[in-house]
């Protein structure tokens, strides 16, 4: 599905197919084509955005596999060169650790020579909290300048996606929602609530004489401004808790908007109010944690239709939804070493939180992992919300190791098993047996062996698996040492 290169008000888009591409060999197939080089007259067009917006700085975003963004800012001259020719960059290593700039022992990246990479014009956006600057996201490619870099996390999320195109004639389509927490610290400068209305409560949003509220509206200002199209904001489960969500589009554009989101609601709380905020899966052990739970469709682009219901499939689910979700239940205990990818995950995932943490899936039942979400006011199938990710995963990586898995239920058309109907922690016996639904993994170690014994993913992943292997258990055992403040403080800096 070919789009043209748009130029609006935020930014350039939909899609990256607008960019000079060239065939590439990505993981032994040479069939598909990757975004490269941009051709003179896209930058021109991009010059003239700089120039409309007094753009000074650009920055190309590149996201490790912990989820952390890592930048650096190129001049307007030099972003336009880098149109036109690409760059080499040793400035990111995609296995750094969590709690130091290194990589684990026996890393590949031990002695690494930084990749080419690319800009994706498709990505480009305005910066609202940083006036003057943009942000880009990038493919890298191998040292050829052709061949996408095979540690290459969007390149990965990419080639599922060109695989699930190929196998049915969809594309996969993903609406994201992302619960944080502001905060402060005390009078001890122990991290602490940012206020203490109750739950849900109206009155959070004049909390601090209104301060919340300007907060929110700010976050929700720069999402608009740089055309996320944010749908809702709530008062979440727990005081200073708060959930958002922005518009549903193709499962790349989701990933690249789920990361500047992030960085969003990071960034314009500390920036305009010297407030801070957090994406952390459990930054406070007293109450609920953040998800970053996820609805999945599929766009019959002949059609334009939702093709994942079907009012005479059963439970209103079309076969290839059935499938879809069947390969995900089956794969889901290895893929939760990369959806809850930190020790942090597992204080979160418990029973009781809302977090689905158990294996099975239900219709509207938020305990378990997958949750069929009924369309207003038919009462139908919409979509499948996916309810085990945090915000310390990586979106390409898990985004794309989910419809992986999902592929392989529908190539072995997997039987989906019955729905959970009550509380899954309740179920008899006989009932878990029925549903699968059996408590996931409680640590990271725990699922990192889950994921070393899914054959299936290992190669899915290809040679991510083993960096990303050494990295998660180093975390892990590092994790192990830390008092309870001294994670909570590495996990708020870090998310």
């Not at 990505?26 to 955005?49: M, V």
């Not at 650790?97 to 031990?110: C, E, I, P, R």
């Not at 490619?141 to 390149?155: E, F, L, M, V």
């Not at 439970?315 to 879809?324: D, N």
């Amino acid at each position: 599905m070919t789009v043209d290169l748009i130029e609006s008000d935020a930014g350039f888009g939909p899609s990256p197919s607008a960019q000079k591409t060239a065939t590439a060999t990505a993981n032994g197939d040479s069939t598909k084509t990757y975004p490269r080089l941009c051709d003179k007259d896209q930058i021109a067009s991009a010059k003239e955005w700089c120039k409309q917006h007094s753009i000074h700085g650009v920055h190309v975003l590149l996201v490790d596999y912990g989820n952390v963004a890592r930048t650096i800012a190129y001049t307007v001259p030099r972003f336009l060169s880098i149109l036109k020719s690409g760059t080499q960059t040793n400035f990111t290593v995609p296995a750094m650790l969590l709690y130091k700039d290194t990589v684990a022992q026996g890393s590949v990246f031990s002695v690494f020579t930084g990749p080419d990479f690319r800009f994706d014009l498709a990505s480009l956006k305005l910066v609202p909290w940083l006036p003057g600057h943009a942000l880009c996201m990038a493919y890298q490619y191998s040292s050829d300048g052709i061949t996408p870099w095979a540690y290459d996390a969007r390149s990965f999320l990419k080639k599922q996606l060109d695989e699930f195109r190929e196998l049915t004639g969809c594309e996969v389509v993903v609406g994201p929602e992302f619960e944080f927490f502001l905060w402060r610290e005390d009078d001890k400068g122990v991290p602490t609530k940012y206020h203490t209305s109750s739950a849900q409560e109206f009155a959070a949003f004049r909390s601090h004489g209104g301060k919340v509220s300007q907060i929110l509206d700010a976050i929700n200002a720069s999402l608009e401004t740089a055309g996320l199209n944010p749908q809702h904001f709530q008062s979440e489960g727990a005081p200073s808790q708060f959930e958002l969500s922005i518009l549903h589009k193709d499962a790349m554009t989701t990933a690249d908007n789920m990361v500047y989101t992030r960085e969003c609601i990071r960034a314009v709380p500390e920036v305009q109010f010297g407030t801070k905020a957090t994406l952390s899966p459990k930054p406070f052990l007293d109450t609920f944690g953040n998800g970053s739970h996820i609805h999945i469709s599929f766009l019959d682009p002949t059609s334009n239709t939702n093709v994942f219901p079907s009012p005479s499939g059963k439970f209103g689910i079309s076969e290839l939804g059935q499938h879809f979700m069947a390969g995900i239940l089956d794969h889901l205990t290895g893929l939760c070493a990369v959806v809850m990818p930190t020790e942090m995950s597992y204080d979160r995932a418990v029973p009781g939180n809302w977090s689905g943490c158990f294996k099975g899936w239900g219709v509207e039942n938020r305990m378990c992992a997958l949750r069929l979400q009924l369309q207003v006011p038919h009462g139908t199938a919409r979509d499948v919300e996916f309810k085990v990710q945090d915000h310390t995963s990586n979106p390409y990586l898990s985004i794309g190791c989910i419809i992986a898995a999902g592929m392989d239920g529908i190539r072995r058309k997997l039987p989906l098993p019955d729905p959970v109907e009550k509380e899954p922690e309740k179920l008899s016996p006989e009932e878990v047996k029925a549903t699968g639904a059996a408590r996931l993994p409680t640590s990271l170690k725990e699922a990192l062996k889950c994921l070393e014994g899914d054959e299936y993913l290992k190669e899915v992943l290809g040679p991510i698996y083993k960096e990303y292997y050494l990295m998660k258990m180093d975390e892990s055992t590092h994790c192990e040492t830390l008092d309870a403040l001294d994670k909570l403080k590495l996990f708020l800096r870090k998310y």
